[in-house]
């Protein structure tokens, strides 16, 4: 079997969190969320941890310096035949130029997988987990949307060049994406 390295990005509310757990079920490759990880450190009563938490609560993306410092620690803790799935890293375009030169250094081949929605959709989805759940309110909403639009879709751009990039429509049903996705990677 070959070794695959996917990243899921997306908007906000994408579902990219749900397809790495889907995908991870299915081939029991482990996942790794840099949500997950600042949402570690935002709980550490450290002056790092209170600066993530401040920064998670406005709705914006953490420095592009630590959410790399996270990946390349993670990325190399892995076994070179190991395959694995990120989500929610390489938001801007120093991380994808980042990741792009890291993996290539590795001779590690990857996958972007670039799960699309609208913007309607976004605020559709979080307004419902809002409701649901008790998340974001409206204008930490607009301010994820906005930090999208100004840093990651230009590293979707960096992706893209590279031919490494893979867009998937988020719009349908969370099953028919995962199977969407399992057949772009050729996963049975």
Known sequence: MDTHTIFFIGKPGCGKGTQAKLLSEITGWSTYSSGDLFRAIAKEESPAGRKVKEENDAGLLQPHWFAMYLFLKTLFSIQGDTSVIFDGFCRKVPEAELVIDSLRWLNRSFTVLNVQISDDTVLRRLAFRKEVEGRADDSVVDERLKEYHAYTEPALEVFRKAGI???????????????????????K
Not at 169 to 176: F, H, Q
């Open 165 to 187: 990039l893979i867009d998937i429509d988020g719009e349908p049903t969370p099953e028919a994406i995962a199977e969407n996705i399992r057949a772009v990677l050729d996963i």
